[in-house]
């Protein structure tokens, strides 16, 4: 068993991390902002992105939580900047990141990616996905090449997957394939991609492969017609949004609230 949250305020209160630690799951998957370093006096230098992190790292029922409970994470854009992208200054993603290295028990590999995977016992594969130091602009046209993943990532993910034994395989992107909103910063910017990862898991056969995603402020369970299912987790410490008033009519099945995946 697993949880899974994203989202998470400074200055919140923290009543979601004991509900999570109650669980007492197998391990804790952050889906990103994790913290807001934009809001509430945005961080511009590392020690600002530092001091960002240590307002929640430091609390006492964070501290509980992950003395108990291993974790694996992604970040998405607000631990650098709202929309993160190519166009986001280097200087500020440099800074955010660095901190995000030290506050978080994740080690990078030598080569920098930030994408990996882990098993977890004979029957589970977790693919985490880096979404946001690869991705072009979020407002280029979506032609031929425009990447939210990049070419090396895309090509990794594919062949592992491909090649992964595990009976079942969990692909971790900090922001949705689908919800009804149309917002380019989620993979509704990045369609041809998208259809690509899609068309290459059913012409090569690959089977067991569902998505969990976040970035939305509600949870959801998404089926899409291409075959695939996307549990949307929801916000841990930080409002909530309510759920677009109709699904994407490429959506087989769309529900909202409390959900889960077994």
């Known amino acids: 068993k697993f949880v899974a949250a994203c989202e998470f305020y400074e200055q919140a209160r923290y009543p979601g991390v004991r509900a999570l630690e109650s669980e007492a799951a197998d391990f804790f998957l952050m889906l990103g902002d994790l913290p807001y370093a934009d809001k509430f006096g945005a961080a511009t ?3 600002d992105y530092r001091a960002k992190h240590a307002a929640i790292h430091v609390t006492p029922d964070w501290i509980s ?3 108990k409970t291993p974790f694996f994470g992604v970040f998405d854009d607000h631990e650098i900047q709202n929309d993160w992208d190519a166009k986001t200054d280097p200087a500020l993603a440099r800074a955010g990141l660095a901190a995000w290295g030290e506050w978080k028990p994740i080690l990078v590999p030598s080569t920098g990616q930030y994408y990996r995977s882990f098993a977890w016992g004979a029957d589970l594969r977790v693919f985490l996905l880096d979404t946001r130091t690869k991705r072009d602009s979020n407002l280029a046209p979506d032609r ?3 990447s939210m993943l990049g070419v090396t990532q895309k090509a990794w993910l594919l062949r592992e997957l491909e090649a992964a034994k595990e009976s079942f395989k969990l692909v971790v992107t900090s922001v949705p394939l689908r919800s009804g909103w149309k917002w380019r910063d989620h993979w ?6 998208r259809s690509e990862i899609f068309a290459a898991l059913r012409s090569k056969g690959i089977e067991g492969v569902a998505f969990l995603s976040g970035d939305h402020h509600f ?3 998404n089926h899409h017609a ?3 299912p996307e549990l949307i987790v929801g916000a841990l410490a930080a409002h909530h949004n ?4 109709e699904r994407d009519p490429v959506m087989v099945e769309s529900r909202t609230g409390p959900c889960y995946m077994r």
């Open 226 to 228: 291409e075959g695939f």
């Open 188 to 193: 509704e910017g990045y369609q041809r991609e």
């Open 242 to 245: 309510k759920p677009p008033l």
């Open 144 to 146: 031929v090449g425009h």
């Open 45 to 47: 230098t590392l020690e």
């Open 65 to 67: 939580f992950l003395e």
């Open 219 to 221: 949870s959801a369970r």
